[in-house]
Each structure stands twice: as C-alpha cells, then as structure tokens.
C-alpha cells in the first residue's frame, strides 16, 4: 500500500500547489456560500428585522377598560405598533413628532400606507360594556378582504375575550344566587364580586387554557432573531455551495488524468512494480480527501459563524462521504471518454454547473415545480442535499439519512466499477 | 554473461475502428545479456516502441512473453518491473515539481524510503550533474537538464536492464553528446544492460554492443555493428543529394539494371512537415567510385541536376538499405 499512499500524497501535493486551487476553495467558496446564505435568509425574513405591524390607535374613551383592551392586543400580536401611543424615538409609527392623531389623519396614513389598519374605540366604551351593553370598535383596513388578516384576527380575538369576560360578569352574580340559601347583602357587594369575576375571568383569557401548537416549517428559533434568520440562510447556503465547490474540486482530475497521460508520467508509473489499481485509486483517493477537505471548510466556517448542522455528527460526515465518493467515482467514469483537456474542462464546468441547481444546490428543491424535482433526481447532488435538509431542519439522525447515503454510495460503486474496467493508461 | 532479458517471439495486435487488424509487432526475438548495449534500429512506425512498451508492461503482446533476470513479464510483471528502469522519449516529469521531489517520488514507487532514498537520491542528482539545482522546479529546467532528470528517475532504483526509448529526440549536440556518455558509463561503470531504440544510425553505431535492426514491426537482423556490415561486403553506398527534384520509380529502376555493380537504389523525401522536398539517391555497389560517372550521366540525361555526392564505407544504414530496400530515413 506504500505506492498506493506515495500517489495519493504526490497527487495532494500536486493540487494544492495550484494557487487557483487554494483560492477557491478557502475564499472563493466561503465567500460565495456567505453571500448566498444572506441573500437565502433575506428571501426567507431572514436578517431582516421582525416584521412591526403600524396600526393607528384612536381612544375615544381614555378609560381603563380601552387601555386595557391596548394592551391585550399588544399581548395578542407581539408586532403590533399601536399608533402613537407605542411610537419611539425612531419614529416607527411615521408621525413625524406629531403626539396625537385624528381619524381624518389617520384614514389619509391608511391610503398611504403609513398604517395597515385603524381602530377606534368609541367614547363611552368602558361604561357601556360594564352596563351590559353592546359596543361598536372601529377597525378599518385596506387589507385585501379575499386574504388572511392577521391585524383583523388579532382584533377579533381580544375583543371576544372581552366579551367572553363580560358575559362572565353578567351570569355570574344570578347563577351565585341561584344557588340556594346564598344573597348578596347589598349592591356594594354584588359589584365588588362582578368585579372579582371580572379579573378573574380576564386573567383566565390572558393564559390561553386552551391553546394552538403553532410550529413554522423553518425552526426561526425564539431568542436571537439574528442567529435563527442566518440558520434559515446558510442552512440552505453552506451545503449548497459546499457541495458544488466539492464537484469543482474532484472533476478536474478528469483534466489531470488526461495531461499525466500525455505527459507520460501515467504510463511512466505502470512501468514500476505497483499494482494499477494504486496508481488511479492513489490520485482518486487524493480527490476524495480534497472534496472532504472542501466539506470541512465551508462547514466549519458556518460553525464558526454559530450555524447548528444538527446533532449527528456522524451521520454528517456520512453524507458528505458518499456524495464525495459518488462525484469520484463519476469522475473516475467520464475519464474514460474525455480525449482531451478541453473535453474533460468543458464537461467539468458543464456538470457541476448543471448538476448542482438541478439537485437543489442553489436553491430548496422544494420551491421548483413538482417535475423539476422529479428531475432533479438524477443528480447525487438533490440525495445529498436531502440529507443535510433533513439533518439542519428537521433534526433528522443517521436512520433518516441513511437512503440517501446508500443511494450515494451505490452511485460512487457502480461509476467507479465502470470507470477502472474501461480505464486506459496508454 | 547473465542474460538480463530474453524476448521470445513477441506479437502484438491492434485492432482498427473498421475492424481491420494490425500487426504491429510480428514475432520479434532476442536477447540481452548483463553489461550490453543492444541497439533496437528501425525507422519511426516500425515497432520499436510497441516492442519496448509490452517488454515494460505497458501493453500485454498478443503472443510471446519477455523475462527480465528470469522474470516473466506476463507471469511475474512487478518482479520483472522492479529490474527495469525506464527512461521514455517524452519528459515523463512532474514540472511543478523539483527535480528532487520528482526522483523522491519515483523512488519511493520502487519501495526505497527513508535514509536509503535520500542516499539514492543525492547519488543520482550527482550522476546527472544538478546536484545545485535539485530544488528547482523541473518547469524551469532547460531542455537538457529536464533530460537529465528524466535519465535519472530511471536509474534511482539501481536496475539491472535500463531501456531508453530514443532519448536524444529534440536535444541539442552538446546535450545529445552528454546523454551518449551517459548510457556508456551505465555500461562501463555500472555494469548495466541497456536497450537503446532509435531510429538514428549514427548513434547506434557508436553505442551499440549488438544491433537489432526492426522493420514493419519485424526483427530483421541481429548482431554485431560489423557482423552487420558484413552482410553488405565489399559494397559502398552512394548518397546523391538532388534537392527539390522528385525522382521516380521508373528512374531508381534504369539506375540498377543499367550500370553495372549496383544492387540497390532508393529515393527518401528528407523534407519535413511540408516543407520544399529535400531528395536523396541512395545506391548499394561494388566499387561505388567506379560506377559513379555512369550514375551522374544518366541522372544528366534525364536532367536530373545533383547538388552533392558522397561516398560512405559499408555502415548500418547500407545494412538497412540491403535488408529492406528502402533507406533508414525513408
């Protein structure tokens, strides 16, 4: 096995000479999956910040109960900017230092687009509802009436809690009474119970008893929007381009072969007393280890960066093992048909350039068109980055993985059986 | 002395896109013993190069086998291998590596490692005289010293038979002169076999122990410079340069039946690659100098104009020309 190790180190050393070689794959690559992995994420809500939702906030009736209802909306959608009573020193409600704001301002910000939505809470709000009467809040919105609105939604939900709260206050006391041997001695005690009831009851609705799971497709996580957004973009980015950087690492020994055969030192090495299968299997073992190499740079830069990959190492390195094996084993392949260095170059360039969006290496598999997926299937990049999907979103383990990286190594085995039976070394 | 290398009826075959099959090689035997010189002569395409290429494994032969120091080639190829050192036409080098990182490399292919590499190495840098070079890349070397590099890679390993395919092709005089003594001091010093193929006389003259003259992919004869040379006897070869002038069959054939001594006659184009014809008469005859007037009357009557006679004494090229009817260079 010496002369088999001596060609794959000498093959090594022959790569990394390459200054082209070095830049691309400690600069170029980390720089181009950084940009991309931005963009991804700013695509996605990624480093943008959390969306502010501005809604114009009329208070006709400045009591309790209308402050009260403020803050449960506030509760209800933490995005919502009630205007101007949450404006800041930034002015996110685009007041222009104005404090107050009148229902002919408001509706012209709402035509603007200054504002999503205005509420208005009638004078007399607070007295009516503890009377037991019917109120009418205002909400206005351009919001498309076909689509989902989220502001609306928020809106509907608390004043139903209010309601809720309010009906409580109006059955409670006749239901306490209805029990026998129980009165309410005075007025002043039947208020102060309505009142308990009311608190109560409010308090209940604050804690959501029952409430939806509700789970996004991307784990945005839930304390450093800054760190999930970058998750969401180099998650796809860092095995993307990594894994295309991979292919422009391996497929030039297609180039190599092709110049050490006509230079002679292919030939010059059958002649010595090492078994054949040293010699190409030395030069593509020094391609597999290039590729891992690529691997290890573009991820560890994303760890540095504080990117989580998941929580199975193993199944990790397996993924990039087989897809690294079944690019060389390709490559092992094809270089039996290239005639000549601008063959093998054009078909380099042409199948990594091909076979990596095609396989999702640009971009999810997921937002192409059912048959473009379908398609994408003929490309060891798409098994690839199905596994790292698996394991960077979906907390996936070696079992998940484990289709995909068979499916990778079945490619490697039968590209590279192809490859050494057809293999010339004049 | 020991024979280092035994050819026994080596055959190779190719077969063309068309189907057709070509005989590259037919048959070809001989013998090299320890501490020769054996010379493998033949014009370009006459099968020199196959016959070296399944002698070192490169190519299976169709038939035949080869033993080197009692090695089968195609029972035993890594034994047989590792006796061989081999030193191609092309610059079988790395160039983006230093002329030591090239023979460390080759070295080790031979399982030579550590103090014993770096003692092997350093002996050969000295051999080939770049002792004060040996850290500069090979890309940087001159067309003589990248030579010398390529001659010492194969002989790092200390083989028993050394083949050089043609190692002067391309090199200038003085570089071509070093090379020559080269593969004298492999001989004298080392007491090495070497196979030498060429396709130029004059070096297999002065080099060779033994000569095997091939053509159209057989070995036509065997031996020494002057065994050879006998085969011609007493003839003289006349070389008659005419220039652009092309002469043809019917002329080459007056020239023979109608002066009397002459056993043989050939025309070879020496122009290359396109360039103006560059035509050169060569006649086999008993006592040249006296059929000489009669050949240049005759080449004046059919205005055939002669720029330059020569006369040479019997030597491997006449040898070629009485064997194969055609000249070496042809």
């Known amino acids: 096995m010496q002369t088999f190790f001596n060609v794959a180190r000498t093959e090594l050393r022959l790569i990394f000479q390459s200054r082209a070689q070095l830049v691309n794959m400690f600069v170029i690559s980390p720089i181009l999956a950084l940009v991309v992995g931005l963009g991804t994420g700013a695509i996605t809500g990624g480093f943008s910040e959390t969306p502010r939702l501005r809604v114009d906030w009329i208070d006709r009736d400045q009591s309790d109960l209308s402050t009260a209802f403020a803050a449960q909306l506030r509760t209800a959608n933490s995005n919502l900017v009630l205007c101007p009573i949450d404006n800041d020193e930034d002015d996110v409600c685009r ?55 989220h502001i609306l939604e928020t809106v509907q939900a608390v004043t139903q809690q209010i309601s809720g709260s309010f009906v409580a206050v109006a059955v409670a006391p006749d239901a306490v009474e209805s029990a026998e041997g129980f009165e309410f001695p005075d007025n002043a005690s039947r208020q102060r119970y309505q009142e308990n009831v009311y608190d109560v009851a409010t308090e209940l609705w604050a804690q959501d008893l029952v409430q939806v799971s509700f789970e996004q497709t991307i784990d945005v ?27 422009f690492s391996i497929f030039p020994a297609m180039t190599a072969l092709i110049l050490e055969r006509e230079n002679w030192t292919l030939q010059r090495l059958v002649m010595t007393p090492a078994p054949r299968w040293h010699l190409v299997g030395g030069k ?38 087989g897809f690294v094996f079944a690019i060389c084993g390709l490559t092992l392949a094809l270089a039996t048909l290239v005639r000549s260095e601008g063959q093998a170059n054009g078909i ?28 994408g299937r003929i490309s060891p990049v798409a098994w690839a980055m199905d596994a790292f999907q698996a394991l960077i979103f979906e907390q996936g383990g070696l079992l998940t993985v484990l289709p995909s990286v068979l499916i990778l190594t079945a490619i490697g085995l039968v590209f590279t059986i192809i490859g050494a039976s057809r293999f010339s070394y004049e | ?31 090299i013993h320890e501490g020769e010189i054996f010379s493998l002569l033949g014009p370009n395409g006459a099968g020199k190069t196959t016959t070296i290429s399944m002698i070192s494994g490169l190519i299976s032969p169709t038939e035949g086998d080869a033993s080197i120091g009692g090695h089968s080639i195609t029972k035993e190829p890594l034994k047989a291998k590792a006796l061989l050192g081999v030193i191609p036409q092309e610059i079988a080098l790395y160039p983006t590596l230093t002329a ?29 005289d770049l002792v004060d070079r040996q850290n500069d890349r090979v890309e940087t070397f001159s067309g003589g010293m990248k030579r010398r590099v390529n001659i010492g890679v194969g002989l790092l390993h200390r083989p028993q038979l050394v083949y050089m395919d043609e190692p ?65 006897g007493e ?96």
């Open chain 1, 284 to 321: 593509i073992a020094a391609r597999f280890v290039t590729g891992m190499i690529q691997y290890g740079i573009l991820f560890g830069v994303a760890a540095l960066l504080g990117i989580s990959f998941g929580g199975d190492v193993l199944a990790l390195v397996l993924v990039m093992m």
């Open chain 1, 221 to 247: 996580g839930d304390e450093d929007s800054q760190v999930s957004t970058a998750q969401i973009g180099f998650g796809q980015s860092i095995p993307g381009m990594s894994t295309m950087y991979v292919m």
């Open chain 1, 348 to 375: 380099s360039l042409l199948l990594t350039l091909t076979l990596a969006p095609l396989g999702g290496a640009w971009w999810p598999l997921d937002i192409t068109p059912q048959f473009m997926q379908v398609i």
């Open chain 1, 95 to 149: 007041l222009d230092n104005r404090d107050t704001l009148d229902e002919d301002l408001a509706r012209e910000r709402l035509i603007d687009g200054d504002s999503l939505a205005l509420i208005i809470v009638p004078d007399g709000f607070e007295s009516d509802l503890l009377d037991g009467r019917s109120v009418s809040v205002t909400y206005r919105s351009n919001a498309d009436l076909t689509a989902s609105d």
């Open chain 2, 1 to 31: 002395m020991p024979t280092m290398l035994e050819v026994q009826n080596l055959v190779k075959e190719f077969k063309r896109r068309d189907g057709d099959i070509v005989k590259a090689v037919q048959g070809v035997s001989f013998d």
């Open chain 2, 100 to 128: 030591r990182q090239n023979l460390e490399f080759f070295g080790r292919m031979y399982d030579i490692t550590g103090q014993e590499l770096v003692k092997r190495v350093d002996e050969v840098l000295e051999f080939i």
């Open chain 2, 235 to 330: 003839e003289d070869r006349l070389v008659l340069n005419v220039g652009e002038q092309i002469v043809g069959e019917e002329l080459l054939g007056r020239l023979k039946s109608e002066i009397n001594g002459i056993s043989n006659v050939s025309y070879a184009n020496l122009a290359v690659d396109g360039a103006a014809a560059q035509g050169e008469i060569n006649i086999l005859a008993t006592r040249g100098r006296k059929a000489l007037p009669d050949v240049i009357t005759l080449l004046n009557d059919v205005w055939i104009d002669v720029s330059s006679i020569e006369v040479r004494e019997p030597d491997l090229e006449a040898v070629f020309l009485n064997l194969t009817g055609h000249a070496l260079r042809d």
């Open chain 2, 168 to 232: 002067t092709v391309g090199v200038d005089p003085q570089s071509r002169r070093r090379i020559l003594d080269t593969v004298l001091r492999l001989r004298d010093e080392y007491q090495m076999a070497v196979l030498y193929t060429t396709h130029l006389m004059e070096e297999s003259q002065e080099l060779s122990d033994r000569v095997g003259i091939i053509d159209h992919g057989k070995l036509i004869a065997v031996g020494s410079v002057g065994e050879l040379t006998q085969q011609v």
